[in-house]
């Protein structure tokens, strides 16, 4: 059982930066794939950007370009820098990580935190 736990959330003007993070209580070395998911009111959640094993990272077409995500394995901790922020970003962000054992696979959820981008 692993707990992640998002923080650095806030409220920012559109251009402005803010970074995420999420912590884990497990090392993440042992997640195949950790990732950023957000949602917005009134809209279905969706995938911001995902690290795999062996360092290849994927992002939404939205984001790409402004947004980084990297894993700091010493930390247990997940990021996601995110630059030249819109409006459009603003949505609750939730960190995931999927872990997968001979017997089944496991997906872990924060509790997310909100991101709100004003113009």
């Known amino acids: 059982q692993a707990q992640l736990v998002e923080s650095g959330g806030g409220v920012v003007q559109a251009g402005e930066s803010l970074r995420l993070s999420c912590s884990a209580s497990a090392s993440i070395s042992s997640f195949s794939t950790m990732a950023w998911y957000r949602q917005a009111p009134g809209k279905q959640r969706e995938l911001v950007a995902q690290t795999i094993s062996g360092g290849i990272t994927n992002y939404a077409d939205a984001v790409k370009g402004r947004f980084t995500i990297s894993r700091d394995s010493a930390k247990n901790t997940l990021y996601l820098q995110m630059n030249r922020l819109k409006p459009e970003d603003t949505a609750v962000y939730s960190c995931?990580?999927?872990?997968?054992?001979?017997?089944?696979?496991?997906?872990?959820w924060g509790q997310g935190t909100q991101v709100t981008v004003s113009s």
């Open positions: 995931n990580a999927h872990l997968e054992t001979i017997e089944r696979a496991y997906d872990y």
